[in-house]
């Protein structure tokens, strides 16, 4: 009997890798279950590009296909304007969205693949059309609600461009995942269709937290690629600040021009109270390392744009892995997760509430330690990737 030859799965997305972590534990999962892996991507930011390189050195039955136009060489220099150009003449959304979609589509055609996947918008006409020049089948993952990711107006340029992209796309996708409840629900009710949720969740961190010292000052921990205004930030120093009592604030990530400053002279305002410590942005494994030095974690999303109101970041599971106590603003899927899991954390609607949980965690020490013992064990029980990849790899499955 012949052997039966093995499916291939070709991932895309318009970026990094290292800026797409579904899309690494989705293709880690993929290789896992026996599957070849194809990874059509983009690098644009120079920073990133040792962080894509360690992946697929961590990875090397992958199979990468790349397009690099970082940097100040002549020839990225001139991709860079090339693109721009042909973006900027081109009346298909699909190029407007994505400016290298061209080169992406014959990348991905050329894998050959039996399924294809897209992460961002701006890979979804990538997969649909490699998926039909080569009889294979796609699928799209919506890690955000896309439409509604920059702005709720309907009229907005953003909105329109990628609303026109999924509904001429997503329907002809095989299957749709997507990274809450809430935003699976948006996109079953627009395209009346099954869409699949696959948490944002993490493998298991697998050691235990470091001890703690239960006298000295709170040590508060929130991370983002970028670190900006509408981020809740300003909230939380306030927060920190009222509530009397000596703790640390750390932001990791890449401060915007000024807005460093802006936070530190609010800061300064609380005379010591609040501590603030920037760090700058780490390999994604590192991360687990350096969060689970911190006491409590926040999920100080906005309930602005819709997109914000009904995701679940990686932030939140990145908390639940390492162990920490949680501080969620009131978001409508932040309210309904910890109604769900409320021994992890609290949820805080204002200013003032934020300012009592945290003077509340800051006098309770014991209070601290179950709620991070009970994070810590919901990470490791139930809210991991481990148990969340087979939900993703039995919708595969049902496809190929």
Not at 263 to 290: M, N
Request: a positive charge; one cysteine or more; charged letters at 20%.
């Amino acid at each position: 009997m012949d052997p039966v030859p093995v499916k291939k799965v070709c991932l895309v997305t318009p970026g990094h890798i290292a800026s797409d972590p579904r899309l690494v534990k989705e293709a880690t999962a993929l290789s896992a279950a026996g599957y070849q892996v194809y990874l059509v991507f983009t690098q644009h930011v120079e920073e990133l590009v040792a962080y894509d390189r360690r992946i697929l050195q961590e990875h090397p039955e992958w199979h990468a296909v790349f397009l690099y136009w970082a940097g100040n060489s002549w020839r990225s220099k001139f991709r860079r304007v090339c693109s721009r150009f042909r973006q900027r003449l081109s009346r298909d959304p699909a190029s407007t969205l994505n400016r290298h979609f061209s080169w992406q589509l014959r990348a991905a055609v050329a894998c050959r693949a039996d399924l294809y996947i897209g992460h961002n918008p701006g890979a979804l006409p990538v997969v649909v059309l490699a998926a039909v020049r080569n009889r294979a089948k796609s699928g799209f993952d919506a890690e955000d609600f896309h439409r509604n990711e920059m702005t709720d107006d309907l009229t907005h340029p953003d909105y329109r461009l990628k609303a026109a992209v999924e509904d001429v796309y997503l329907p002809e996708t095989s299957y749709i995942t997507a990274s809450s409840e809430l935003i699976a629900a948006r996109y079953a009710k627009l395209f009346s269709r099954p869409v699949v949720t696959i948490l944002n969740v993490f493998p298991k961190i697998g050691i235990a937290r470091p001890a703690k010292d239960s006298q000295g000052p709170l040590r508060l921990f929130w991370f983002s690629q970028t670190i900006g205004p509408g981020r809740g930030l300003e909230t939380v120093i306030s927060a920190i600040m009222a509530a009397g009592s000596a703790m640390e604030l750390h932001l990791l990530g890449n401060p915007r021009p000024g807005y460093d400053t802006i936070l530190k002279e609010l800061a300064d305002t609380g005379g010591g109270a609040c501590r603030l410590v920037f760090h700058d942005t780490v390999y994604p494994d590192e991360l687990f390392r350096i969060a689970a030095g911190f006491d409590i974690g926040f999920a100080c999303e906005e309930t602005v744009p819709l997109n914000r109101d009904i995701c679940l970041t990686n932030k939140l599971f990145t908390y639940l892995q390492c162990g920490l106590a949680i501080a969620a603003s009131p978001t409508t899927a932040q309210v309904a997760f910890l109604n769900s899991y409320p021994q992890v954390g609290k949820v805080y609607p204002d200013r003032a509430e934020l300012s009592s949980i945290l003077l509340a965690y800051d006098r309770n020490r014991r209070l601290l330690s179950e709620t991070q013992k009970a994070a810590f064990q919901l990470g490791q029980s139930d809210l991991n990737w481990e148990n969340e990849s087979r939900r993703f790899i039995g919708c595969i499955g049902g496809i190929l």
